[in-house]
């Protein structure tokens, strides 16, 4: 069976380069150039692996691993290769703890690319050479990290704070969290200041990146 691939990048000419270094070698079923749209494409198409850009606009600005956690009701079936020219360790954590299979950087070859794809579709975790032991490094280090700190970070925020840094880090906006918990839009923000506050981050963004990197999503 074909591989049926989606690439998902704000670049157009971007795109355009991996669909010619794939040479029908797979099915590209769809493509989207930010976060939104991306979450929309994926769930009417269902491809088998996602070629995911770290950093995309739109939505709450939380990029690829925004569009992984939105999406993680068909992460398993769908699997998330993460391609970018970023190798941060910030980026790279965020996206591997959000649910993605994989992260190559842009420089990779066609071929490579197009093997990258088949192991990720099998079930593989595959990183580009150059990153292999940072990843595994800084996996680690964040994850024996994360996990010693985790319930004193949460510790700090009330129950009701909890709940509106979850939806907030999914992706839900102010509006659609006032829906869910039945509050006003004025008291999802005051909890959404209190929690940047308490946990000492500036934006929805790095909100985003704390709870994936913490698997609170």
Not at 74 to 82: D, E, K, N, P, S
């Amino acid at each position: 069976m074909v591989i049926r691939v989606a690439i998902i990048d704000d670049h157009d000419m971007f795109r355009a380069g991996v669909r010619a270094s794939l040479n029908d070698q797979v099915n590209v079923v769809c493509e989207a150039a930010n976060v939104d749209d991306a979450v929309i494409a994926l769930h009417e198409h269902l491809p088998d692996v996602v070629l995911l850009d770290v950093h995309m606009p739109g939505g709450s600005g939380g990029g690829g691993a925004e569009v992984l956690t939105r999406c993680g009701d068909i992460v398993g079936g769908t699997r998330f290769l993460a391609l970018s020219v970023s190798d941060a360790a910030e980026d790279v954590v965020a996206v591997i703890r959000a649910g993605a299979r994989g992260y190559v950087t842009k420089n990779i070859s066609g071929p490579e690319l197009l093997d990258a794809i088949a192991r990720v579709n099998g079930g593989d975790a595959v990183f580009s050479p150059r990153l292999a032991g940072f990843v595994l490094d800084a996996f680690g280090a964040q994850t024996q990290n994360t996990t010693a700190t985790v319930d004193d970070d949460l510790d700090k925020l009330s129950a009701r704070e909890q709940e509106v840094m979850r939806l907030i880090a999914r992706g839900y906006t102010y509006r659609e969290v006032a829906a869910e918990l039945f509050i006003s839009i004025k008291t999802v923000e005051t909890h959404v200041s209190a929690v940047l506050r308490k946990l000492q981050l500036s934006s929805r963004h790095e909100l985003t990146r704390w709870a994936a990197q913490r698997r609170l999503l």
